[in-house]
């Protein structure tokens, strides 16, 4: 830190502006990972200074972007360098490139972080390679400029942030008018006080401000503290005693708010880093001891427990950052308060109490802080005492814990109780509590727990999870500012997720938890999806926000870190919420514990209600005006009637024809007036919604007797759906027009919208009311995000695009070595060619994405490009769909359920942003894959450019490396040498962690930013809180969806609604409804069915065992507390309630309204079940079913009912399965079926249509009918219908389940079911049609039937379609009839339908092309100047060969073959165009069949190009066809020794089969043997040879043809019978078949049957042969091995045994290879250089030897690789000792042999031994000329010397292969220029070199050369004093004044020296590196 105190220094002033930034820093520094990262950069880079800090500038001067070393004044600077730092977007920087906005003087920085070091950058020489052009837009000059330099003024900005602090009224005048910024003026201020610009004003606090805020609620004192820009300085302030106490009563009094944690932690943030707590209140609490007034000392405790109050709040915010605050106050407080007491003073027990646990705290934290536990401020729970299973449910944390997910805890639970009472509220509460939390985590436990034992197998990414979904390869990409705070951008691999149709899938919806680990789960980060784009989640994008105690974690995350996702299906915000409810709420404030704790039966009436109150039930009751003539007796009848009336008496209440009600419904709505707890359940269609809205209607009306007091409080509807919450609030609205507030997801009523919560807040009349306290604390919040989010966008932005393209290389300079750097911008030199300059990026080209990637750089791999085909994206060449109806898809609606309207995510300026984004990917990318250009370094050569088709292929293959998680280590990248040398994937690896580091760097530059930004977005919600607590009390009625209750629970505890309706109850989880209730509700109204769809749980087993699905409602109903069942259906027609009554519903009577519907059209019957036996199918992901064959039914009888001229929306098709619901989508064609619905059964309650057309899917041979055996479910599906319902499915399967049964019986009484439906025409009713499957429909095309129409047109054409029950007056068929209009004076008739528009006349007819005068077929009506002419083009291209083209076509490339003469002076038949490029350096592969002749006598298969022109030949691929010892043919290549077999062994027994591979050893049957019959026996094991001879005795058996058998005794019966199959068994092979009583044996492995005596002999004779091959004996027939065989099992078991003894040998012994692997292991520890050289390879071949058991061959080929490695790592290591020139070549011939070893193989074969041998060899000699010349590269040789040395290396150098001819010319040349060329260059050997060094006795650096390089020697210092001549030549040597004269060198052959001893780099003894 000392030269960064230097710098302080220099600039007290900027330091002091500085201070809270390099307080940040400095905060980071202690961090030891961002310590070590920051050391590793400086270490890595010494030159650039420590990276990981700012420098502030000094005082008054200003630089250049343009500046690399700028130390000098500006008139003295030279040029600018070329290599400048732009490396890294530093936080000036990271504004988007037009973005000019507000800046704060935080962003003032150096923008070139590398002039600190004068010295260092004094010695550096001024490099520009190529003529590269430094800089991008706006930031660099040369030949870039021209055209874009206006332009660039504007782009320089955000480098030149001086201008904006030191002044230029013409740059601020230009500011202002810029729209983009917002930066308002500093003398507006508001009506509150507060300024619009917080650095020009500071409003104060003072002793009245503070005393007047004493009166106000504790909410708005910690909104106006919190927010007061003046607390901070009063609490830094000299305080009396008075204002002191006054100031912790107001601190106190603002901690107790409920509503506000967010702003009471930033306010104790305050006063926690305040002079007050530290300084100011000990100092008050030590004067209190001493204070001599009675009546002061009196008031004390009061103030003590004020202040221990506040202690306790601090300590539980900020644990680690305040204890030692606390600890000093705890040590003044004690003996304070000792003192006082002594003093007489009463100290109340209350005190003592909280000290003691202040102190109890206190300690805890110490213990912890010494333990180095405690090092973050993390929400502290006091009194926090985990007893067992059973511990308070309130201080459980709601997210999975690491022992459940690790050790498998079993939680503690208990069953919902349905039957019975509870014993009290807590346990009732703790029930609840444990049961909704476990659903949620139980999947998240489980499926992690299984994805932790199945960790290592193999196929994880295929396995599928019950429980969870995972997600590899997941990165967190870009932070993201949200209206809740900080969310990120996450990307995933979609490999394994190829086939999810993510618009309907339910994964990673709205809300979902998701858990992300990079340690197997060890660490756990929580965060739920934030927003979902199914656009972006087919690339694998999602938007998290991570929780709490997640975020400090993320600061420790590198970019290139890869997690594993998880992610459980709760809607986990509704589950948190609900929970956190559950904790806070208090036993005693759970409202009618009598009923739902206690069960009890008997209903109160509401407090609100008097026995005396009168209703006004007139708005409810039916006023009809018959006619004038009634009017009198109709206003006489109004003034007899009471207008109010009593409620609690029922002889005063209206009859229910008045009320307009049925009897259920008049006793539903006298139940819900006059009972504090009502339960109205309402079967389908019976009025629910209805009932419910009179009832509001009522309580509305007389709002005056349940509006009590001052306070008034809104009714609260509740309902499961937003569907079901927007019907009823449109109902309310009828008799509402204003006081209505909409609280959740996204409302289809236009009605509604403007009731939206969002809708009413952003009212201008709103934001008037506010109170000013909410009006100010919000501009101060949003002012704040507003200034994190520029930086974090800016940041965001520059991540956002090293995603989408290759970072241009001046960017990544920072984090590129200096030896790197200059060897990547000199490029790769291949002799006479040189990679192109100008305008390239160089590391395009490095990476093979720029001009050589297409034409292929010498010695880099020509198939580069080639390769990225196999990477092509999918779906590019897609056939265009047919458009399909819209679904509502149901991730889709789920997501509709989940976002309520403030949740949705808040896109800013989208368009402004993308195009900032798209101008900076242009500015920062070399190359940018989104777009149509190449960023702004397009890549370019004197006119030549990338062809269309390659530039796709450089793309795909970028995109799918930047996809890639690996990147190199530091380690490795220290090691390299030359980049160019790399192999393409490892410069990808490279590139991958210079790009690591550049977004590391960005990352931690805005990590306070994204936490001040987190702070302030929660405040901001608190505020909206607070904000909408204001709407919502001002509301006359609230409707909210459940989850909408959940997320608004502590607002409605503000709320405190009296009356609470709820509807849709029984859908409802009990939970959830009971956090929705406070404890100030006095009426609850619970509307619903538990019957129909009961609440989801989503974990099985708690839903059935633990009763978690039966919601408050249903258990209600369930211990008898009084109910009204509605009993009146008012939807279905009477056959359909049939099915329901008495099936579902003892009793349900049908209103006479539903008597008289008409019947369906062409249809027999309004109710109909099809049955069919067609099977389901299952669905790949979301475990659901379809059954094609019902899809088909039900939209081909769809079709047919649109054609009976119904409106589609009086249609609806229901399924049990989403994956039914797109099948039928699939079917459905949006031209024929528009405005069909189409919905699954658990979406559609509570909907209707006119006719329902249901799919039952179900259809499998087990029988399993999944969730139609639940009644609730089969109740909604058969309940939807008005009219007509028409069902679908299996009913032999459905029939099992007794409900179903029921149902059937019915349908057969009434004949509406069977397998067909009968249609009827309407045109021809006597025409039946029968229909069992879609293709029936075809009888009946049009929905009539089969007959014509025969209807005459308007055209005088006659109908052609079938008869059609639609458009009976034709007015919309189209004639498809020909035409015959004349259309021209030609006579040419219309081409097109009767129907059609004629047109123009397209009839052709010749016509002369006016350009070229060509005669062309062009159409009549056509103008022949705009036709183009297809006649071959006459022109001759620049090569001299014609144009190919047509001749109205532009010239194209020619394709004409030529011939071209390549290198390896083999002549090739080319395009035309590639011999031009070839012309400028493109690689051109030779495809000449090598066709050498190899040493296994084969010709090479490969081409020219492949055997690198026959210096490594590819391998022989003739098959070797050599049969094996198991009896296969070797399959491998030709090869003298054939590998182990890799089929399937073959060997099996009685008892079982060989399953391993033939080549390996099989395990010997350990089984006894079964050969056995009544006359011998086996004892041996079965895989022993058996010691029992053959038994030769007739088999006695029969065979299934009742003959006897021909076999013998104890064999298998053969299976051909001598008399069924005389021919065949004798047929003579042996000579004895034909004998009456020969006996046969069949061979088991082929079936061939034998004669037994010949069959004896031949395996006999095989045996004896002692000489014979050792194998199997096979058939004599066909020749299949003989394996399994009783009878001549001895024979067959002694050949397996000799087999197995060869295997052995082949394989090696066991123990054997396992030495010779150790051995191995040793040696390739000794030749430690090839760890030092060749890293990698030599960590691959240790891994091998040490991971498993190795085959002699394969330890064979390791051994071979030690060999040629150890060579080539001597060679590499001494590559120091030749020149840089000399190192390209050596390096590339070097990088072949490497390449070539790196081969996968299973052997090397002799051949490849041969190349790699003879390439090493002239590797070797290649290297030693280099040596050689490098070493006497000062002397001067005579030209016959230097000819042989030209002749040796063009031979070494050469491309051809390196003959034994060519070794034994380079050995005798090599030894002829021994004494011209010695090893050292001295012309002394190196013993005589060694012996002179050593007598001499001189440390390095005193031997020198004269310009002939004749050497000489100064002694004693070193340093030349003086000139003489050379006794050789008679050149000068020596120096004066320690100077060497300027043509003399040091002679490092001498002693390694590279500086003299007298020398600033040899005094700082660089010279003794090495010698």
């Given at each position: ?226 927010c007061s820009s003046g607390l901070k300085d009063l609490l830094n302030q000299q305080l009396n005693s008075t204002f002191i106490q006054l100031i912790c ?713 930047l996809r890639k998680s690996g990147a190199m280590a530091a380690a490795e990248e220290n090691r390299i040498f030359n980049i160019w040398m790399l192999p ?152 359909i309630a049939e099915l329901l009554t008495p099936h579902i519903y003892e009793q349900l009577e049908n209103h006479p309204s539903v008597m008289n519907y ?814």
């Open positions: 830190m000392s030269s960064q105190s230097k710098l302080f220094q220099m600039d007290p002033d900027h330091w002091q502006r500085d201070d809270h930034r390099w307080r940040g820093r400095e905060t980071e520094m202690d961090n030891p990972n961002r310590r070590a990262a920051t050391e590793e950069r400086s270490r890595r880079n010494p030159r650039r200074g420590d990276a990981s800090l700012e420098r502030p500038e000094p005082h008054g001067r200003r630089y250049s972007g343009n500046q690399r070393n700028a130390t000098a004044p500006a008139d003295q600077r030279c040029a600018p360098h070329p290599r400048r730092a732009l490396s890294t977007p530093r936080q000036g920087e990271l504004l988007a490139a037009r973005e000019i906005g507000e800046r704060s003087q935080e962003w003032n920085f150096n923008p070139n972080p590398r002039h600190l070091d004068e010295r260092q950058n004094a010695a550096r020489g001024n490099r520009n390679p190529a003529g590269r052009v430094p800089g991008v837009q706006g930031n660099r000059q040369g030949v870039q400029q021209g055209r874009r330099d206006q332009h660039n003024e504007h782009r320089n900005e955000p480098w030149r942030r001086n201008d904006l602090r030191e002044g230029g009224r013409g740059r601020q005048a230009e500011m202002q008018g810029n729209p983009h910024f917002q930066r308002r003026r500093p003398q507006e201020v508001t009506k509150e006080g507060y300024t619009k610009d917080k650095e020009q004003y500071v409003r104060k606090l003072g002793y009245k401000t503070m005393e007047g805020l004493l009166d106000k609620e504790p909410s708005e004192i910690v909104i106006t503290l919190a009563k107001v601190l106190c009094k603002a901690c107790r708010s409920k509503t506000d944690r967010q702003s009471i932690q930033h306010l104790l943030g305050i006063v926690k880093d305040s002079l007050f707590l530290k300084v100011q209140l000990p100092r008050y609490v030590v004067q209190m001891s001493t204070d001599p007034v009675p009546l002061r000392r009196q008031q004390y405790p009061d103030y003590i427990e004020s202040i221990l109050f506040l202690l306790q709040e601090l300590v539980s915010i900020f644990p680690a950052s305040s204890v030692q605050e606390m600890s000093m106050m705890i040590l003044v407080l004690d003996p304070t308060v000792n003192t006082l007491r002594a003093a007489g003073v009463s100290i109340g027990d209350q005190i003592e109490k909280s000290m003691e646990k202040v102190k109890n705290i206190i300690h805890h934290l110490q213990e912890r802080k010494r333990d180095g536990t405690l090092r973050t401020d993390t929400h502290m729970l006091i009194d926090n005492q985990e007893t067992g299973p059973e511990d308070n449910y309130r201080t459980m944390t709601i997210y999975p814990t690491y022992n459940e997910v690790h050790l498998e805890e079993k939680p503690f639970l208990r069953p919902n109780l349905i039957t019975e009472k509870y014993a009290n509220t807590e346990v009732y509460l703790d029930t609840h509590f444990r049961l909704l939390r476990e659903d949620f985590v139980r999947p998240l436990r489980d499926g992690i727990l299984d994805l932790l034992q199945n960790y290592d197998e193999k196929g994880l990414r295929r396995r599928k999870f019950d429980d969870i979904r995972v997600y590899f390869n997941t990165r967190i990409i870009v932070p993201l500012c949200t209206s809740t705070g900080v969310g990120y951008k996450v990307q995933f691999d979609t490999r394994p997720l190829k086939f999810i149709r993510w618009q309907n899938s339910k994964r990673l919806l709205y809300g979902s938890l998701v858990c992300l680990s990079k340690d197997n789960f060890e660490t756990l980060l929580f965060a739920t999806v934030s927003d979902r784009d199914p656009e972006k989640l087919k690339e694998g994008i999602v938007n998290l926000s991570f929780n709490v105690r997640s975020r400090p974690l993320l600061a420790e995350v590198e970019p290139s870190d890869c997690f594993l996702m998880v992610e459980t299906t709760a809607y986990f915000e509704a589950y948190r919420h609900v929970l956190e409810g559950l904790q806070e709420i208090q036993g005693e404030d759970v409202p009618f514990q009598k009923y739902i704790v206690e069960c009890d039966t008997e209903i109160q009436v509401p407090r609100y209600l008097n026995f005396n109150d009168s209703y006004n039930l007139e708005a409810l009751m039916k006023e009809k005006s018959q006619g004038p003539e009634e009017d009198t007796d109709r206003i006489f009848d109004y003034l007899q009637r009471k207008t109010k009336i009593n409620v609690l008496n029922p002889a005063s209440w209206p009859s229910k024809e008045e009320l307009n009600l049925d009897e259920s419904q008049m006793k539903a709505l006298q139940m819900s007036l006059t009972k504090e707890l009502a339960i109205i359940q309402g079967p389908p269609g019976t009025g629910k919604t209805y009932v419910g809205l009179k009832i509001v209607q009522a309580l509305l009306n007389n709002e005056a007797v349940w509006q009590l007091g001052l306070r008034k409080s809104p009714i609260l509807v509740v309902c499961y759906t937003n569907h079901a919450l927007d019907q009823f609030l449109e109902g309310i609205y009828g008799f509402l027009r204003s006081g209505l507030v909409r609280v959740g997801g996204r409302s289809n009523s236009e009605l509604l919208k403007r009731f939206t919560l969002k809708e009413l807040r952003n009212s201008r009349d709103f934001r008037r009311k506010l109170p000013q306290h909410l009006r100010g604390a919000y501009f101060e919040v949003t002012n704040q995000m507003r200034e994190s989010e520029q930086k974090i966008s800016a940041a965001a932005q520059h991540l956002e695009c090293t995603t989408q393209g290759v970072l241009h290389e001046q960017y990544l300079e920072k984090y590129i070595s200096e030896m790197h750097w200059k060897n990547l911008q000199n490029g790769q030199v291949f002799d006479d060619f040189v990679l192109p300059g100008g305008r390239h990026s160089v590391i395009l080209e490095w990476l093979g994405l720029g001009f050589m990637g297409v034409v292929g750089i010498p010695g880099g791999d020509p198939q580069n490009m080639e390769n990225a085909d196999e990477e092509q994206e999918e779906g590019e060449d897609e056939d265009v769909e047919e458009e399909l109806i819209h679904i509502s898809e149901e991730a889709e609606l789920i997501q509709a359920e989940r976002v309520i309207d403030d949740d949705e995510p808040k896109i800013r300026a989208k368009k402004k942003q993308d195009a900032d984004l798209t101008e900076l990917a242009n500015t920062l990318l070399a190359m940018n894959l989104n777009h149509g250009s190449q960023g702004a370094h397009p890549q370019e050569e004197a006119g030549w450019q990338v062809q269309g088709h390659q530039k796709k292929k450089m793309k795909q293959k970028a995109k799918v490396e393409l994937k490892d410069r990808w690896r490279l590139y991958r962690l210079w790009l690591s580091m550049y977004q590391t760097d960005i990352r931690r530059r805005i990590v306070q930013h994204e936490q001040l930004y987190q702070a302030a977005a929660d405040r901001l919600a608190e505020l909206r809180l607070q904000e909408d607590l204001w709407v919502l009390k001002e509301a006359k009625v609230v409707g909210m969806t459940t989850t909408g209750a959940a997320k608004y629970r502590k607002v409605l505890q503000e709320v405190q609604p009296r009356i609470v309706v709820v509807e849709e109850a029984a859908e409802v989880l009990e939970a959830h409804l009971i956090t929705t209730l406070s404890s100030a509700c006095q009426h609850l109204i619970l509307i619903g069915d538990h019957q129909q769809l009961r609440p989801s749980a989503t974990v099985y087993d708690l839903a059935r065992n633990f009763y978690l699905e039966v919601s408050l409602f249903e258990r209600l109903v369930k211990v008898n507390v009084p109910f009204i069942r509605l009993d009146y259906q008012h939807r279905m027609r009477p056959e008409e019947n369906i059209k062409g249809i027999s019957s309004n109710l109909f079940f099809v049955e069919h036996d067609f099977p389901e199918e299952e669905i790949q992901d979301g475990k659901s079913h379809q059954n094609q064959h019902e899809a088909a039914f039900v939209v081909a009888l769809c079709h047919y009912l649109i054609c009976q001229d119904y409106a589609p929306s009086q249609i609806t098709i229901l399924t049990t399965y989403t994956g039914q619901l797109f099948c039928l989508r699939k079917m459905m064609p949006s031209k024929k079926f528009a405005g069909v619905k189409v919905h699954v059964v658990d979406k559609y309650q509570g909907e209707e249509n006119d006719i329902i057309l249901l799919s039952l899917v179900r259809s499998n041979k087990t029988g399993k009918v999944g969730f139609l055996q639940i009644a609730n479910r089969v109740c909604v599906a058969l309940s939807r219908a008005k009219k007509g319902l028409y069902c679908i499915g299996n009913m032999s399967i459905l029939a099992n389940v007794p409900l179903w049964s029921k149902i059937m019986h019915t349908l057969h009484e009434k004949a509406n079911i069977g397998h067909s439906l009968l249609l009827t025409c309407q045109n021809h009713p006597k025409t039946m049609t029968l229909v069992s499957k879609a293709e029936d429909f075809s009888k009946v095309p049009e929905g009539g039937c089969s007959r014509p129409c025969e209807y005459r047109l308007d055209c005088g054409h006659v109908c052609t379609r079938a008869c059609h029950p639609y458009d009976i007056d034709h007015k919309e068929f189209n004639c498809l009839k020909p035409c015959q209009k004349v259309l021209c004076d030609d006579g040419h008739r219309c081409a097109k339908s009767c129907y059609e528009k004629c047109g123009k006349c397209q009839v052709k007819v010749d016509k002369v092309i006016p350009q070229c005068r060509h005669v062309q077929k062009v159409p009549c009506s056509k103008n022949p100047a705009d036709f183009i002419c297809k006649e071959p083009c006459s022109k001759i291209l620049y090569c001299g060969h014609k144009c190919a083209a047509a001749c109205g076509e532009d010239c194209a490339v020619c394709s004409k073959k030529v011939s071209i003469t390549l290198k390896c002076d083999h002549v090739q038949e080319v395009e035309c165009h590639i011999k031009e490029a070839a012309k400028i350096g493109k690689c051109v592969p030779c495809k000449e069949k090598c066709k050498k002749l190899l040493n296994c006598d084969h010709n090479c298969s490969g081409s020219c190009h492949r055997c690198y022109e026959g210096r490594f030949h590819e391998s022989c691929s003739q098959p070797c066809r050599r049969l094996l010892i198991c009896s296969h043919e070797c399959l491998e290549p030709c090869t003298n020794q054939c590998p182990p077999c890799q089929r399937q062994c073959e060997n099996v027994c009685k008892h079982s089969k060989c399953g391993r591979k033939c080549g390996e050893l099989c395990t010997p049957c350990v089984e006894p043997c079964e050969w056995a019959c009544q006359h011998y026996r086996c004892r041996k094991l079965c895989s022993e040879p058996c010691d029992r001879p053959p038994c030769n005795e007739p088999c006695k058996k029969r065979l299934n043809c009742r003959h006897p058998c021909v076999g013998l005794c104890g064999e298998p019966c053969p299976k051909k019978c001598r008399v069924c199959h005389y021919a065949e068994i004798t047929e003579i092979f042996f000579g004895n078949e034909d004998e009456p009583d020969a006996r046969f044996v069949q061979l088991e492995d082929c079936g061939h049957i034998f004669e037994v005596t010949g069959f004896d002999q031949y395996m006999k004779i095989e045996q004896e042969d002692n000489d014979a091959v050792i194998k199997l004996k096979d058939c004599p027939k066909c020749r299949m091995p003989i394996r399994k065989n009783f009878r001549y099992g001895a024979i067959i078991k002694n050949s397996l045994c000799e087999i197995e003894r060869v295997k052995k040998v082949v394989q090696g012994d066991a123990v054997k290879n396992n030495q010779f692997g150790k051995h191995l292991e040793s040696v390739l520890n000794e030749r430690s250089i090839i760890a030092e050289q060749f890293p990698d390879r030599n960590k691959n071949l240790s891994s091998v030897l040490q991971s498993c058991a190795l085959s002699l061959q394969g330890l064979t080929v390791i051994e071979n690789k030690i060999a040629f490695l150890s060579r080539l790592a001597e060679l590499q290591s001494q590559e120091a000792r030749i020149n840089s020139s000399m190192k390209v070549k050596f390096n590339t011939k070097l990088f072949e042999c490497l390449k070539w070893i790196d081969k996968s193989r299973g052997r090397f074969t002799g051949q490849e031994l041969t190349d790699l041998q003879s390439e090493i060899q002239r590797l070797t000699f290649l290297f030693d000329l280099y040596v050689r010349c490098s070493m006497a590269s000062g002397r001067k040789l005579d030209s016959s010397t230097e000819q042989k040395i030209a002749h040796v290396q063009r031979t070494l150098e050469h491309t051809k292969r390196f003959t034994e001819d060519d070794e034994k010319f380079v050995k005798e040349e090599m030894e002829k220029l021994k004494s011209a060329l010695p090893e050292t260059g001295l012309a002394i050997s190196e013993t005589e070199r060694v012996m002179i060094v050593k007598a001499m006795g001189l440390r390095q650096g005193h031997w020198f050369k004269c310009p002939n390089g004749h050497v000489y020697v100064i002694t004693e210092c070193g340093g030349a004093m003086q000139k003489v001549k050379c006794p050789d030549c008679d050149a000068v040597i020596g120096g004066t004044n320690h100077t060497l004269e300027s043509s003399n060198q040091v002679a490092s052959e001498m002693d390694g020296a590279q500086y003299s001893a007298w020398s600033d780099v040899a005094n700082n003894m660089l010279n003794f590196e090495e010698l």
